[in-house]
Each structure stands twice: as C-alpha cells, then as structure tokens.
C-alpha cells in the first residue's frame, strides 16, 4: 500500500519539498553562499521540470518507452518508474543542497543540469517529432541549464581533476541505479536491457518507426 501511494503521489511530494527549498530561498537568501542558491535554484527548476515533462502530452515517459518498445503501459507503472526518478533527484539535487560545502557533490546538479538541457534538444531529432520541442526542454534551457552554469561558476574555483571525476562517478552511479529501477517498473529486468538498448539504437538510427 505505502508503495502504491508513492507511486501515485511522488511528484506532489516532490512538489511540496521544491516549495520548501523556494520558501527557504526567499527567507535565507542573503546568508547563503551563491553555490547553495544555484542549487536552490535548480530545485525548483527541476521541480517545474517534472510538471512539464510527466503532464504535457507526448511527455518524456511516453517517448521513451515507444523508443525501448514497451507497449500497453499502464499509468500505474508510469508512476512507479517516475517515483524512481523522485528518489534520484533527491541524490541528484537535494543531497548537494544541504552539502554545498563539498565541491564535487555541489557539481553533480550541474552535470544533471547540462546533460538534461542536451538530452531534450537532441530528443527533438531522436524521436522525430514535428515541432522544435520535446517535453521538458522548455524547463532544462530556461532554468536547469543557467542554474548548471552559475554552479560551476561558483563553485568549481579551484577544484582538482579527481573531484571532477568524483562527481561524474556519484552521478552515473545514481543515473544508472535510477535507469535499472525505472525499467524495472515496466517488467524490464537488467538482463533484458542490453536487447532492450539495441532496439533504441535502431530506434534512433530510424531503422524502425
């Protein structure tokens, strides 16, 4: 039962925990190091992302499962796969939040940010759709990408190589757990996704509608 209500109430929760962090912003702001307001920032970006890409039509959800061939998904199983996605940006955004003060883990969300902002342009073409938008996309450029930028800008002065590669290692390390947990949702198990990822390579390459 308590995995259900999750599974159907994920993104209001994650709704009111991005409120949060925005009401914090407006009490705290002037005693914040510019690293933690970006992160801040990127919160409720990434909180209005979601909204944008779970409840526009032809949402992330439903481009990415015809890309990986999964066909007949429930709505039930939509929403596990985005509580999935719930619990990542928690790792992903909330986790640095709190822990500004440490470098590497400060630039995990503006990996994310970057990544995202790519990933929604180039979906454009991957899944090729009719018109210069893909769910998602609107969110990831006007907020999650400057908010990357100024992350970086302060908070990266300095920062060695191996912290750098720290951070990659944090965030593939939660995007690749996510990824197993989101298919995991549709039935999909980690021995079926290489077969799974040679279907959206071909996807991709137009090899197939």
């Given at each position: 039962?308590?995995?259900?209500?999750w599974?159907k109430?994920?993104?209001?929760?994650?709704?009111?925990?991005?409120?949060?962090?925005?009401?914090?912003?407006?009490?705290?702001?002037?005693?914040?190091?510019?690293?933690?307001?970006?992160?801040?920032?990127?919160?409720?970006?990434?909180?209005?992302?979601?909204?944008?890409e779970?409840?526009?039509?032809g949402?992330?959800?439903?481009?990415m499962?015809?890309?990986f061939?999964?066909?007949?998904?429930?709505?039930?199983?939509?929403?596990?796969?985005?509580?999935?996605?719930?619990?990542?940006?928690?790792?992903?955004?909330?986790?640095?939040f709190?822990?500004?003060?440490i470098?590497?883990?400060?630039?995990?969300?503006a990996?994310?940010?970057?990544?995202?902002?790519f990933?929604?342009?180039?979906?454009?073409?991957?899944?090729?759709?009719?018109?210069p938008?893909?769910?998602?996309?609107?969110?990831?450029?006007?907020?999650?990408?400057?908010?990357?930028?100024?992350?970086?800008?302060f908070?990266?002065?300095?920062?060695?190589?191996?912290?750098?590669?720290l951070?990659i290692?944090?965030y593939?390390?939660?995007?690749?757990?996510?990824e197993?947990?989101?298919?995991?949702a549709?039935?999909?198990?980690?021995k079926?996704?290489?077969?799974?990822?040679?279907?959206?390579?071909?996807?991709?390459?137009?090899?197939?509608?």
């Amino acid at each position: 039962a308590s995995m259900e209500f999750w599974a159907k109430h994920n993104l209001h929760i994650l709704t009111v925990a991005g409120i949060a962090v925005a009401a914090y912003l407006a009490i705290g702001w002037d005693g914040m190091e510019p690293v933690q307001r970006s992160i801040g920032v990127f919160i409720v970006g990434v909180t209005l992302h979601e909204w944008e890409e779970m409840r526009f039509p032809g949402g992330f959800f439903d481009l990415m499962s015809k890309m990986f061939g999964i066909k007949d998904a429930t709505e039930l199983q939509m929403e596990k796969a985005h509580g999935a996605v719930a619990i990542a940006i928690v790792f992903f955004a909330y986790v640095p939040f709190f822990l500004h003060e440490i470098a590497w883990l400060a630039m995990v969300p503006a990996i994310l940010g970057i990544f995202e902002s790519f990933i929604y342009v180039a979906g454009i073409k991957i899944h090729r759709l009719k018109r210069p938008y893909s769910p998602g996309m609107a969110t990831a450029l006007l907020i999650l990408l400057p908010s990357a930028v100024c992350i970086i800008a302060f908070g990266a002065q300095g920062m060695p190589a191996w912290e750098w590669l720290l951070s990659i290692a944090y965030y593939l390390a939660t995007f690749l757990l996510m990824e197993v947990c989101v298919w995991g949702a549709f039935g999909i198990g980690p021995k079926e996704l290489p077969d799974r990822a040679k279907g959206a390579r071909a996807y991709v390459l137009g090899k197939r509608p």
